[in-house]
């Protein structure tokens, strides 16, 4: 089965830090992805880790761990615009890349 | 690059009826795939689409159907609305061997 864990909710001050967890059971793993969705737009892709490590890009990171089943996703210097929902998403590509999400953490930055 | 466009963007359908959704893939992209999002719920696969075939299926009953043009654009159709089936749907396209998923803005289907 699959099995993606996330808060559901987190509150964060503007110019602050703050850091996502996302753990993971499934049966198949080809990578961790992190995308970022507005309200009412489309996801963007954030991140991906394949290997155990850290990967940043700016003010965001993406920590993976395959061993723990876990994941992180750090966002620095927070801006109001960071206010969304960040989702975790584990691949598999046996036939395809089929993403698994988790229900997604609502951030609200405050001033 | 107009990036992946899905059509209608809102649509209202009642019970019983069958709705079909259209999405056209970033350029350059080969695979289509279709995700199901409730409210405040992370999307779930209900299929992908790859040389014009069904490569790979979500948890999705057979209402659910779907079709993948020589233009690598694609269609979602679904028969037999329930309420339940009110929800975003997502279209996200990969290019070849492709990891990264790119989504469109989404159909926002309302069965009443």
């Known amino acids: 089965g699959q099995n993606i864990d996330q808060p559901t909710e987190m509150t964060a001050t503007e110019g602050a830090i703050v850091q996502i967890n996302c753990t993971y059971q499934?049966?198949?793993?080809?990578?961790l992805f992190w995308y970022q969705q507005h309200a009412g737009e489309a996801p963007t892709f954030l991140s991906y880790?394949?290997?155990?490590g850290l990967e940043e890009k700016g003010r965001f990171s993406s920590f993976l761990s395959r061993s723990k089943g876990y994941s992180y996703l750090l966002l620095k210097e927070l801006q109001m615009k960071d206010s969304a929902s960040y989702l975790c998403?584990?691949?598999?590509?046996?036939?395809?890349?089929?993403?698994?999400f988790g229900g997604g953490t609502r951030l609200m930055v405050k001033p | 690059d107009a990036g992946v466009t899905q059509s209608p963007t809102h649509l209202i359908k009642t019970r019983g009826q069958q709705v079909t959704l259209r999405c056209s893939p970033k350029?350059?992209?080969?695979?289509v795939s279709w995700y199901q999002q409730a409210l405040g719920q992370g999307p779930q696969f209900i299929f992908q689409?790859?040389?014009?075939?069904?490569?790979q299926r979500g948890n999705f009953p057979d209402r659910f159907s779907g079709h993948q043009f020589p233009n690598y654009s694609s269609e979602l159709n679904v028969n037999a609305l329930l309420l339940g089936d009110s929800a975003l749907y997502l279209c996200?396209?990969?290019?070849?061997?492709?990891?990264?998923?790119?989504f469109g803005q989404g159909t926002r289907l309302t069965v009443v």
């Open positions: 350029s350059g992209h080969d695979t």
């Open positions: 499934t049966s198949g793993f080809n990578g």
């Open positions: 880790n394949v290997l155990d």
């Open positions: 996200a396209s990969t290019l070849p061997r492709g990891t990264e998923a790119f």
């Open positions: 689409y790859y040389e014009e075939e069904e490569r």
């Open positions: 998403a584990v691949g598999t590509f046996n036939a395809g890349n089929m993403l698994t």
